[in-house]
């Protein structure tokens, strides 16, 4: 196979990739415009969960593969995974346990109720129903800088500040190169199926006593998910490219979270504003050929699922780069 390899993209699925190869003894070097932090990872609430990614046949294996992995990085706390418990709610009616999340535990919540543990009696939002599964969760202030250690721990690099108008444009040097741009592949490949849905979160202190993380996906859609030193808010998600914060988002968000966990409006720390990389006929993960002659492995799309589905993405393209370099020197 290939030794010298180029990854385009360094936000989680980008980073991730890259430590496959690079710790499997290939020549890797990462370039993006911007890096772990800055990213759309950085902008996440990178809970483990397949939500809003197609297509759902193989996304749920990817999930599930990827949990396994994560699952195992939560028993070093310094990797920022933990184990947590996720409590997803409805507010209309009863809400339906998905299949594969019976493999995991999951359960329904007896009592709908959803407030902080230390004064459930105080009221609280009463939901219709709700079950609850324990996931992994990325802390994505420690998970990202994880990632980029890992890489160069392993002997990879990483070098900001680059933007390719096409991938022809990576150095001839590299004989594979691998697609991790996002939604940048938009522009990059000219992909018009990928579709921007623009996710803005408000960052609050620690909840005291909020210790699982909360979901409901009807209207008003909500999230509240504690962190190690903080909180996330959340959510929104529609169909924009505006990466500007919108101050009437936030002040929603900070206003139905509050209301459900019945809890004073707490001041908001930061907010983020980031755009999943949706594509209509799903995540990309497939060999290509540049114009040039060389091999290039698309790996994007990944929606509102990037972290879920991140470590089966990453070994899915090293399969596709072994079985590819297999069949043309045979
Ligand atoms: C508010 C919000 C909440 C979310 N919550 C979750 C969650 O709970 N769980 C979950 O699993 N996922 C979640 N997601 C989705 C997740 O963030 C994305 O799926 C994931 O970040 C995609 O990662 P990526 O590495 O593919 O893309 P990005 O993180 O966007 O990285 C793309 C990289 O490519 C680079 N790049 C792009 N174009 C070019 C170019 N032309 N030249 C050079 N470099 C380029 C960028 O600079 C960047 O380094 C959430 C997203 C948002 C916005």
Known sequence: MAKSVAIVGAGVSGLTTAIVFAERGYDVSTFAKEV???????????????????????????????????ADLACDSR?????????????????????????????SVATALCAVS?????????????????VPLTDTTIYLDYLR?????????????????????????FDLVINCAGIGARELVHDVDLEPHRGQVAII????????????????????????????????????DNLNVDPASTSRIVTECSRVLNIETPRVLAERVGLRPFRKSGVRLEAW?????????????????????????????FQIASQRFASSSG
């Open 289 to 317: 050929k540049l114009r040039d002659g060389r091999t290039v492995i698309h790996n994007y799309g990944h929606g509102g699922a990037g972290f879920t589905l991140s470590w089966a993405c990453a070994e899915s393209v």
């Open 118 to 134: 230390d004064r459930p009696q105080a009221g609280g939002y009463n939901f219709a129903s709700g079950y609850s599964i324990r």
């Open 79 to 107: 990797t920022g995974v933990s184990m947590i418990e996720l409590r997803r709610f409805s507010r209309a009616g009863e809400i339906q346990i998905p299949d594969w999340a019976h493999s995991l535990g999951a359960s």
């Open 205 to 240: 202190p620690k909840i005291k006593g909020l210790d699982c993380a909360i979901v409901c996906d009807d209207a008003p859609f909500m999230y509240a998910i504690p962190r190690s030193n903080d909180c996330v808010f959340g959510g929104t998600n529609d169909v924009s």
């Open 36 to 70: 772990g932090r800055s990213t759309t990872s950085g902008a996440a609430a990178a809970i483990w969960f397949p939500y809003d990614a197609e297509p759902i046949p193989k996304v749920i294996p990817w999930a599930l593969e990827t949990y396994k992995v994560l």
């Open 149 to 173: 250690d890992r890489l160069t721990n392993a002997g990879g690099t990483i070098q900001g500040g680059v933007r390719f108008e096409n991938l022809e444009d990576v150095d001839p040097k």
